[in-house]
């Protein structure tokens, strides 16, 4: 039809809607030439393209992205870091909790319609649906903190400036404040005048507690600002140090500013997020867990990951004389029989329950304000005792949750399992540490090149961060403590850093391999974590995340600028992300980071360095 007819014909709407969709195709041509991977996932309305001068230098951190069709990756010479996603990021809004927020723990919401709060509900982790996209601000003066060891004694006192356990806790010299700083004497509830005299009374009492030999991992129930930890690290020992985020304020917050191992949970309803047998020694010093409550279903998690022929050190002070459920502990044998429901009085006695052995008790002191007493278990290296007289004990768990991933598993009144091999047999104890560290680990799989796998990973990373990660990228290494590693695998990063001053933070993704007992058996620490959610840690915990490959098995789960904000709440000002992904994912990366304001470099087209700034949105 002629143009003239259309225009005589007052078809005026065809012609703007040709000129629109002509404009808009030249428009989307341009644009993808010249940016083809910012339309692989759909973008929010506040939410535009840009290409942006260097930012200072700032963060780091790691991703996810959702469905998307297949691109053409770039080349890593035509990558332009510069290329932003202009997001108008905004700081949360919580009140006084803003600047220590932990979404999955202070979902107010989901608290407030929990049905129970008996068993601790509340402690646990609800985590809010849709992730919140708001970025973390700074404790006001917050400046970059205190350099390991001397962070050990002392920290700033403006990045955690909470003082009420100076005042709670000050006939404990658990931590004073003098001047600008939180200064830690070292003492705790159990050693008020010094941990190092207290772990020396722990091995005189049972010797065969060698620490950093035979003893190298260990679970601090209810750690206080973790000194116990803290010092054992002097002894070649690592230490996690756990508690609930409660009316302790930020004692986990605390120890983790102080560069001491540490994360945020409680013994409730569910399964702590460690593996089966996986510490050589857990330590309860006057936690407050009552372990027999529920038919002593905490007690079956703590035999659950104690590792077999482990310790259970118990220790308490004369304030228990006043209690009678735990002056009842102090009198249970061996051979006191226990209840399925811990009878009239609710109590319930270690020993028999899973047929530990009540090593030792032994008091320290004169019978007053500094005396202190312990009560010492093992935990039984065979079947023998299990077998005698099952029906006053809980039944041994079925063998599938010997198989199960530790993920908001409800507690079990039953008894786990001892490890076996693929021939079932049962597994004895690690090597001594430091051998453990690179020998063959018992618990491998049973395929026969299981070994060889292992022993090339092991390599591999020796050679990596020997040759690139120390000498090639732009990472100050003397400046790192805390450290995560957001895909571990066998751990073989952290093996790789051993003789660094740092700690690592081994995480195995719910959907990758479960490899944390192997992780365990090497004298490393770790936990599994789903990264489409929130992690239990106060922002500003780690110097450096460190990722290898981490989303190639959830890429359709999780969204990219949700992950990217949790690693922004969890990354120190002036931390690192040290990321090994192929270009694809680079390219999806990097653009949110700049977004972030960090900086980011490239090195060989397959490692991303970003570091985190000062900035904050106002």
Request: hydrophobic share 35%.
């Amino acid at each position: 039809m002629p143009i003239s007819v259309l225009l005589s014909e007052r078809k005026y709407s065809f012609l703007c809607l040709a000129s629109v969709l002509l404009i808009s195709f030249a428009f989307l041509l341009l644009t993808y030439t010249s940016y083809p991977f910012f339309f692989a996932f759909p973008l929010p309305s506040d939410i535009h393209v840009s290409v942006s001068s260097p930012p200072p230098p700032s963060r780091s951190s790691s991703l996810q992205f959702p469905t998307e069709p297949e691109l053409e990756t770039q080349p890593a010479d035509h990558l332009d870091l510069n290329v932003s996603l202009n997001i108008r990021w905004r700081a949360c809004r919580l009140g006084s909790v803003t600047v220590d927020y932990i979404p999955c723990l202070d979902n107010s919401k989901a608290i407030k319609q929990l049905k129970s709060k008996k068993h601790l509900e509340h402690r646990e982790r609800h985590c809010p649906k849709p992730p919140p996209r708001c970025l973390v601000p700074l404790p006001k003066s917050y400046k970059v903190p205190v350099q390991w060891p001397q962070s050990r004694d002392m920290i700033w006192y403006s990045n955690v400036p909470h003082p009420k356990l100076v005042e709670y806790k000050k006939e404990q010299n658990w931590v004073r404040k003098s001047d600008d700083y939180f200064v830690f004497p070292g003492g705790g509830t159990q050693f008020k005048n010094g941990v190092t005299a207290y772990i020396d009374f722990i091995t005189e009492t049972v010797p065969a507690i060698k620490w950093g030999e035979h003893i190298r991992v260990v679970l601090d129930v209810g750690c206080g600002v973790a000194s116990f930890g803290g010092y054992l690290l002097d002894r070649d020992v690592v230490t996690m140090s756990f508690a609930p985020k409660d009316e302790h304020e930020a004692q986990i917050q605390f120890a983790l500013e102080r560069g001491i191992p540490a994360t945020l949970s409680v013994i409730g309803s569910k399964k702590l997020t460690f593996p089966d047998d996986a510490y050589d020694l857990i330590h309860c010093a006057r936690c407050r867990v009552h372990w027999e409550e529920d038919g002593g279903k905490p007690l079956l998690e703590l035999n659950r990951i104690l590792r077999p022929g482990g310790f259970f050190v118990w220790s308490a002070t004369p304030v228990y004389r006043n209690d009678e459920r735990d002056r009842y502990v102090w009198k249970c044998e061996d051979t006191t029989p226990w209840s399925l429901h811990g009878g009239k009085s609710k109590i319930i006695c270690v020993s028999p329950l899973v047929c530990f052995r009540r090593f030792v008790v032994a008091k320290r002191g004169n019978f007053d304000s500094t005396e202190i007493g312990l009560v010492i278990y093992q935990k039984p290296s065979s079947y023998s005792c299990y077998a005698h007289d099952r029906t006053k004990r809980p039944p041994l768990c079925d063998r599938k949750t010997k198989k199960e991933v530790s993920w908001y598993k409800p507690l079990r009144h039953c008894t786990s399992r001892l490890p076996v091999d693929s021939n079932g047999n049962l597994l004895g104890w690690p090597s001594p540490w430091p051998q453990r560290l690179r020998n063959k680990p018992q618990s491998l799989p049973a395929e026969p090149d299981a070994e060889a796998i292992f022993n090339e990973d092991t390599k591999h990373w020796a050679a990596l961060v020997s040759d690139v990660y120390f000498d090639a990228l732009a990472i100050n290494w003397a400046s790192i403590r805390n450290v995560m590693d957001m895909n571990a695998g066998y751990g073989g990063f952290a093996a790789a850093l051993n003789e660094l001053p740092l700690w690592v933070m081994n995480v195995v993704p719910i959907d990758a391999q479960d490899t944390l007992s192997i992780i365990f058996e090497r004298g490393l620490i770790g936990i599994y974590h789903d990264w489409c959610e929130s992690l239990s840690t106060y922002p500003r915990t780690y110097d450096l995340l460190h990722s290898s490959f981490l989303f190639k098995n959830s890429k359709e789960r999780c969204n990219i600028i949700d992950v990217a904000v949790e690693m922004d709440r969890i990354l120190r000002p002036g931390g690192y992300l040290l990321l090994q992904d192929t270009m694809e994912t680079i390219q999806k990366l990097n653009p949110v980071l700049r977004s972030l304001q960090w900086s980011t470099s490239l090195y060989e087209g397959q490692f991303l360095v970003g570091k985190k700034g000062f900035w904050r949105p106002k």
